[in-house]
Each structure stands twice: as C-alpha cells, then as structure tokens.
C-alpha cells in the first residue's frame, strides 16, 4: 500500500494533483509509431465561448471513447481547438469598441481586425482550459486555431480549387440577410420560429376602374417594393384581370396583374402582390415573368431610397406607420390575428429579411453526392442510426452554399477587381499572382497593384470548419500526419450541427481525401432542465458547470451526465444526479478504505485474481467481472455508453461493496481480512478501476496509486483494458449466487415484516426444488451465516414446514421462517388479517375491470393478459395469507 487513505475523498486535491501528473509525462501526447491509431478532433467551440452543459456532455462522451482506446493500445489522439466563429466573435468586438466609443466604420479594417486578435488572445483560450478541469485528455499540443495561418491558408487553397473547378461562382441570388450583423446566412444559420402575426387585407385599385382586388400580406412594408399581383390562370374568379394593372397603394405605382400556377386558389384572397427583391418565391416568379426588381430596403433593415416613402425609417416601425397610413387612406379592409413561421438568424436573433444580393456560391450538387452515398450505405456509421432519415432528406434538396459574409473578421476571400463589369475579378492566393491573371484576363498589361481591389466580404465559418479533419493535421501540404490519423474514429455532436458541418466534412473529405473523415458519428441529444426546456442563459436554468464541478467533482459530474444519455437522446438534467455520481465516488472510497484498515503494516500484499475456487464468492465475482467486461466492450461497439457505465455502477456498488465486501469480512468482529482473501479483494479493485476509469478518471487512478506504488509507465491511464476470459467466466456461478441472494433478501424481508431484530436468529427451513441444489445450498451455508444471524438451518428436497412461520417462495424454493417465540401472535393475526383486507380491495378493483366488456375487448390483448395475472398472483397471495393464518388460530 502507497500511503495513509484519508478518511474523507476530496476530488479539489485529488483532480489538479493527476491532472498536473497526466501532462507532465506527457500521456496524452501523440506522434505516429507502429501502433493503430485511434482518433477523434473536437468539435471546436466558439472562441468566444465559455463552458456550458452542451460542452461538458459532448467532452465527456469524447474523453470516455479515447480514456477507453488509450488503454485498449491503440495510438489515442485527441485534437483539441477553437473556432474563429465570424458573426459571434466580430459583434463581440463591436460590442467592446462601442463601449469605447468607438465605431467600426470610424476605424477601418485593419485596426478592427487588430481589436479582434487583441480579444482573441484574451479570451480564446478560456474554453479549453475549462475543459482540462473536466478532465479532457486532448493532446494540448496539437491546439489548433481556424485563424492560425497554415490553417488559413488551407481554406484559401480549397477556395481558389473549387473556384478553378467551376463549383464556386459568384451571382446575384435571393439570400437570407441578417440587417443586425449585417452579413448574408445559409439556409442553415436561419432559425424558424411559430409567431403570432397580423394578416393585413388591402385594396389594389385597378387602373380605369372603380374595381380594387384585395390581398393579404403579413408584412405591408413591403408594398413598396411590389412590382406585379400574380393570380392563378386557372382561378375563374380573376380572369378578367388578364392584361391589366393594378396600382400599388401610397405609393401610387402603376404594375401589372400577371398569371402564375405558383400561386395558391385557397390561400388567402387568390391574389398574390409580387416583391422580387424581398422574398425568394416572389424572385422566381419576377425572373420567369421578366418583372422590376426594386430594393426597399437597406442593409440595416431600414427603407431606402428605392422605397420612396419612410425613408430612413426601420422596417418594424413603417409595418406600423404603413398600416395607419393605408386605413386611413381607405386601402385596408381588416387585419387579423395570423399564425406563421417567421425566420430568425441564429446569432443575432434579428427577423431576417430575404434579400437579393450579389454573393459567393459552392455549387453542391455533384459535390454531395459521395457523401450521401457513402453515410447511407454505412461507411459513416451513424449512431443512432435514425438520424440518416434526417441527413438523406437534406441532401436530396441540396441547394447551393452562400459562403460570402459581409464582415471583416474571418477568411477574406481571394478575389481582385479590376473594373466596373460583372466579370471584371480574378481568384489569386496572392495580390502579385492577382495581378498577373487580371493582366492576362483584362489584356490592359498597364495594370498596377492600385488598380486591384480585394473582395471586402469574409467566408463564411463553416467554409474552414468543413476542413478542420484534414487541416488540424496540415492534410493539404504534409503527407505523414493525415496519412496515418486521417480518417478519424470517431466524431461526437450535435444533430443541430449535422447539416452546418457533419455533411460539409464528409463532403470536404471525400472531395479532397477521396474517403470519409469519421468512420463513426456519435449525436449527443440536448440538454433539458427538469420541465424539458433547453438550457440557456436567457432562460436562467443552466447551472454553471465550474460550479458543479467543485461541488460534486469532475468525476461525479461526469457521472451525472452520462447516468442520462442515451446516444441521440435528449438529456433530462438534473443536479441530483451529480449529487448521484458524488454519492458514487465516496462509496467507492470508503470500499476502499474499509479494505486498507483491514491491512497488518507487519504484511505485503500483492493484489491478484488468482481466486479460491473453494470460495463461491469469490468464482462469482470473477465471474461478474467478466461478464461485464463482455457487456462493457459490447455497448461500447453500439456507443450505448448510457448502458456501459450503468453495468460499471451496478459490479462496484451492488456486486463488489454491498455482497463481496461484506462475505470477505472477518467471521469475528474486530479481525481482520486474511491476506489472501484481501489479496483477491485487491485484484479485483484494481480491475475496477480499470472498467471505471474512462467514466471517472480522477478517483480510480487516486485509488489506483493508492492500492501499489507505480512507475510512471504503470498508471492506470495507460494501463491495459481488461480482457474477457472465457475460461472463469462461470454462468452456473453467477445463476446460484442469485438465487442465494434473492433468499438473504427474502430473509430480510421477513425480518423487517414480522419486526424482528437483525440480532435476533432465525430458524429456517428451506424446501429446494432438487436435492442437487440442496447440496450446493447447504455446503455454501458460511455464506447465509455471514449474512444473517441463523439458529437452526434445515435445507432438503422434502422439508417439513413448521406449525407457525413467515413464508417467501424464490425461484421455486420454498423458505419457511419459524415464528415462534419470536412475536405476539395476536398482533401476527391483526397483520395478516390488515394484509388480506387490502389485497381483497385490490382483487375487487381488478375483478371490475375484467367484468367491463369495453375494458376487454378494446383494450391492448397484453394489458388485458397483465391483468389476468394481477389477478390470479393476488388470489394466491390471499389464498396463501388465509392457509398461514389457521397456524395462528
């Protein structure tokens, strides 16, 4: 034994200590040898995060899966980093400055751009050193930063490749635009959200009548930019409108009334006012239909120009001043409450406007295709695999990725103007290599440097995140790393992510490594407070992990979470079950401790699993410890982790504290263990530990440095996993012993019915179906006596019961408890005679459901048959109460 065990387990002293040891012997450090390698990259975190509950699940499950793999040999790399996250770190900065007093605008790019490595540096790390505290065995040393600048450079080159291939091209198409930040969102980034609404109805006067058609619209801003009123051409009902015009209200625009089978009969009026530049059905009908694009509308969301009317003003605010304005005007009829979707950018949460606008594009079609194919047949596996329903449905109706943002904080994009025409540009990784190719394109060899202007806009972040499998490990310009680590094992998160990046990454690895970039993906579910809502900031009801963490330990918060994670599954939070995971840790400790107080100083010990095979307790608990071994490794392969660390819980607490621990005890009060029964409880904590830790890293190599001295080369982080031995795997072991202690517990029971002192001895009778059993029961007797205070023991195939007892019937093995002497027979009677009043109000209970014809015949065939055998277990139960209580007559 290492040293004293305090008597009290601190995980504040227990956790720096190892975690400080891990890293200065460099355990998760990871170079390529001759071992198999086993690797996982982070899903890199905001770097303007800091830690939350999402994080702290998704790292465990990831530490778990590469703990598990270090052990097992393989060659663990665990690439940890951040991500420059555009939109999110650039409002950030703006935020700090406006602070100042300062404005972006006021300013000019490159010193923002300082401002923003300023913050960077500031701030970027805190993420991943909370992590450590959680325990992440990430190999620090490859941290890796989407702005770094071999990363950066990467995400150009890819730019410029996909450019010189034809798959990214710039157009003027309809995008979601976010008027707070500013910048252009895929279809991805935007978030729909049901809204309580107005429907706004309002006259369209046709010209050179006294006639009007009524439409109805959501958002009457926008009339300003209306340029048609489409109807069906097979709706009957506006079929004299062909060929005329209508004029747009206030404004007093004169547009035309065209036909179009996009639009809905049923919807609405039938009537459809067409804005082909503020909507993304609307620019489709206005390009079929050669139509006006005007753009009312500003990039901050205010009315421009174009608008004419309430210039300047925000959009929210003319919704309102419109609608007055168009009542008293005599154009509104009514307006009504509307339900409808409304979308929302998901950084800002600003209502985004859809908005056209000339942007950069990845053409997706063909380039998706090898990463549909190739997660539908499995080569990405996905778990669980429900989510391919989801991933197929999105890659089906691909459309194409809008990658420009207008921000300056991210990857610029590598194109130079050189005039006033749309294709006046040229994609170069350099200003001179720009030159050169906008010479050659313009044939003005006269241009000069001044003349090029670089793009202003930033690519999009998910453009380098789709990268990051094959940049963390420089793919795109070594060959060793990304050879040997490239594909990755496994990627752990989210299903809200899997379009932003899980299917960009397969996309990327197959279009530049031709093969997947995971072999597995893990999708963690959402973490849920007690009444199901996501845990947010804005709704106050996500607990600060670092808190948890030093209340309960980084052990037992990891517990917390992974007691209630079924993979795919939302996660139901609640702190009880850190509380759980705490529990856990001092069960296990004082297990421990119990067995070091057992200790001679004057002995050595050597922890073995060379076992008595004498002693069934000990055939068992080997036994136990392989069969979960055998189910460990099994949920591991189907990632059921929720499963495997509920097996670990079950052989520490239930098998090894609460049945081993307690038969190895010394037969007199105050001996201690003999050493070789302490040798084997030894062995089988080191095992334990073992299973334990990659669930809970900190207390099993504490006990494990605790139980022997160890060289840096024996701790238990790169210690082997235990293997499955079939040979001592005993099933007929493990069957006896559970019938044995289904009869202690049967024992218990009665003790605590009849309320007779655990001190107090029983005579007990036991009726065994065979004699075999019998045997095996009776020559097994020490381990009754250690459990139970025990007079007289008769145990037969042709027991005779006594006169007066207390019954239970395990397995089909009758155990008689005799009573006499034991307890007032009147109030024995007044007891049973409580008991059979209760069941026979149950039975009638049961009796009239069955009696119901509708209950019977419409309810499932298995409930009805449960309640059958409800019925006929209690008729028994009362059957058997009334035989035991003439003993008492």
């Known amino acids: 034994m290492s040293k004293e065990i305090p008597a009290q387990y601190d995980p504040t002293k227990v956790e720096d200590k190892w975690y400080s040891y891990w890293m200065e012997n460099k355990y998760f450090y990871s170079t390529p040898d001759d071992r198999d390698p086993f690797t996982i990259v982070i899903p890199p975190p905001n770097v303007t995060g800091v830690l939350h509950m999402g994080h702290m699940l998704n790292n465990t499950i990831q530490d778990v899966l590469v703990r598990k793999a270090r052990m097992e040999g393989y060659n663990a790399c665990w690439v940890p ?17 406006r602070k100042e007093g300062i404005k972006k605008s006021d300013i000019g790019r490159d010193k923002f751009l300082d401002h923003a490595w300023e913050w960077t540096h500031k701030h970027g790390g805190i993420i991943l050193d909370q992590l450590k505290k959680l325990g992440a065995s990430c190999d620090w040393d490859r941290t890796t930063f989407t702005m770094d600048e071999k990363y950066s ?20 198409r309809m995008i979601n635009w976010d008027p707070e930040a500013k910048t252009a969102l895929s279809d991805e980034e935007v978030i729909h959200k049901e809204v309580n609404s107005r429907l706004y109805h309002i006259k369209y006067k046709i010209v050179g009548e006294d006639e009007y058609v009524t ?16 109807v069906n051409p097979e709706d009957e009902r506006y079929t004299q409108l062909k060929g005329k015009k209508v004029i747009v209200p206030l404004v007093n625009r004169e547009i035309p009334v065209i036909e179009d089978d996009y639009v809905d009969v049923e919807f609405g009026t039938g009537c459809l006012k067409i804005t082909p530049a ?53 154009h509104l009829i009514k307006v009504e409450d509307y339900q409808n979707k409304v979308g929302y950018s998901e ?45 197929r449905h999105w890659m089906e109706n691909i459309k194409d990725w809008c990658i420009s943002r207008q921000l300056w904080w991210g990857h610029r994009i590598p194109a130079y103007y050189f005039g006033e025409g749309d294709e006046d540009f040229v994609v170069a990784k350099t200003p001179e290599k720009a030159l050169e190719l906008a010479k050659e394109k313009s044939g003005n060899t006269g241009l000069t440097f001044d003349d090029l202007k670089q793009d202003e806009d930033v690519l999009d972040t998910w453009f380098s995140s789709w990268l990051w499998p094959i940049s963390v490990f420089d793919g795109f310009y070594e060959e060793d790393e990304v050879d040997y680590y490239y594909p990755t094992n496994d990627l752990v998160t989210a299903p809200e992510i899997m379009f932003f990046w899980v299917a960009r990454m397969i996309i990327s690895g197959y279009e530049y490594r031709d093969e997947q970039p995971f072999r597995n993906v893990y999708y963690t579910g959402i973490v849920r407070d007690k009444k199901g809502r996501k845990m947010s900031k804005s709704l106050g009801n996500s607990p600060d992990p670092l808190k948890l963490i030093k209340e309960y330990g980084a052990d037992g918060v990891r517990m917390g979470l992974l007691f209630a994670t079924p993979a795919g599954n939302d996660l139901p939070f609640d702190v009880k079950l850190c509380e759980q995971g705490r529990n856990f840790s001092n069960k296990i400790w004082n297990a421990f401790r119990f067995l070091t107080m057992n200790m001679d100083e004057n002995e050595s010990y050597t922890p073995t699993l060379e076992i008595n095979e004498e002693d069934l307790s000990d055939r068992w608990m080997l036994a136990r410890l ?70 809970m890293p900190f207390i099993s190599e504490e006990i494990w440095q605790h139980i022997q001295e160890r060289s840096a080369e024996e701790a238990l982080l790169v210690s082997e996993w235990p293997e499955f031995d079939e040979t001592v795997y005993r099933k007929e072991d493990i069957e006896f012993f559970g019938i044995f202690q289904q009869m202690i517990s049967s024992l218990r029971n009665i003790r605590a019915e009849v309320n007779v002192s655990p001190k107090e001895k029983l005579d007990v009778f036991i009726n ?13 007797r020490w381990m009754i006596d250690k459990l139970q205070a025990i007079g007289k023991l008769t145990v037969s195939d042709k027991v005779e019961k006594p006169k007066v007892y207390s019954s239970a019937i395990v397995e089909g093995h009758e ?61 028994d139960s009362i059957a058997k109460l009334k035989e035991q209580l003439k003993d008492f007559s």
């Open 815 to 875: 155990i008689y408890v005799s009573l006499e002497g034991l307890i007032d027979f009147d109030k024995e009677r007044e007891r049973i005679n409580k008991e059979i009043k209760r069941l026979e109000g149950f039975l009638k209970g049961i009796k009239g459901k069955l009696s119901n014809d509708g209950f019977v015949n419409n309810a499932p065939d298995a409930v009805v048959a449960k309640e059958r055998k409800k019925k006929s277990d209690t008729e």
């Open 768 to 780: 065994t179906k065979t004699a075999d059993f019998a045997a095996k029961l009776t020559s097994n």
């Open 626 to 695: 392989q069969e979960t071994i055998c189910g460990v490794d099994e949920d591991f392969e189907k990632y059921r982790l929720n499963d495997a660390i509920k097996k670990v819980y079950s052989l520490i607490w239930d098998d090894f504290c609460d049945w081993y621990i307690e038969l190895a005890k010394a037969d007199n009060y105050g001996d201690s263990i003999p050493t070789a029964k302490l040798n084997t409880a030894l062995g089988f904590f080191e095992q334990l530990m073992k299973l334990l830790h990659p669930f």
């Open 153 to 172: 450079e990467s995400v150009i080159d890819v730019f410029i490749d996909l450019f010189e291939k034809g798959k990214i091209y710039r157009g003027a």
């Open 347 to 391: 950084r800002t949460d600003a209502v985004i406007e859809p908005r056209l606008s000339l942007q950069w594009w990845v053409d997706m079609k063909e380039l998706s295709q090898p990463a549909l194919e190739n997660v539908m047949n499995d080569n990405v596996e996905f778990h669980p695999s429900k989510f391919k329903n989801t991933y």
């Open 215 to 230: 439409i109805a619209t959501t958002r009457p801003e926008t009339i300003l930019g209306d340029t048609a009123v489409c």
């Open 278 to 330: 503020h909507d993304v059905n609307d620019y489709e009908i206005g390009q079929r239909h050669k139509l006006e694009t005007i753009n009312m509308m500003n990039a901050d969301g205010t009315v421009s120009e174009e608008g004419e009317l309430y210039i300047g003003k925000d959009r929210f605010e003319v919704r309102k001043e419109i609608s007055k304005d168009l009542e008293e005007a005599g």
């Open 81 to 97: 980093g951040t991500d420059h996250a555009s939109i999110a770190t650039e409002a950030k900065v703006v935020q700090k400055l």
